[in-house]
């Protein structure tokens, strides 16, 4: 049995909504365990201060990457588009 457009549609909203709850979930994650970091780091640094050993530094770096939407490697959001990635067509033309 093939499927419809409209069964292809809706299983990629499934497959976006899966994954978009589970992208929420590690991100919470990463919230509470950067809270968890940041009370266990003030604690060590009280030890420390007592203890006369010196603090702890944080050595995690942040990192970004401005992405333009319509840069020259962009891939257009349009129906042809759309329908030719649930076919398994390549994007390029």
Partial sequence: MTKSFKDWISEGENLYNAALKEYQ???QQLDDLEAK???KKAEVNQIAQVIGKPPVETNRRLTAQLVEDHG???VPNSPATIARALTGRGLGR
Avoid: F, G, H, T
């Fill in 25 to 27: 979930s590690i991100e």
């Fill in 37 to 39: 970091l940041a009370a």
């Fill in 72 to 74: 020259p490697n962009s």
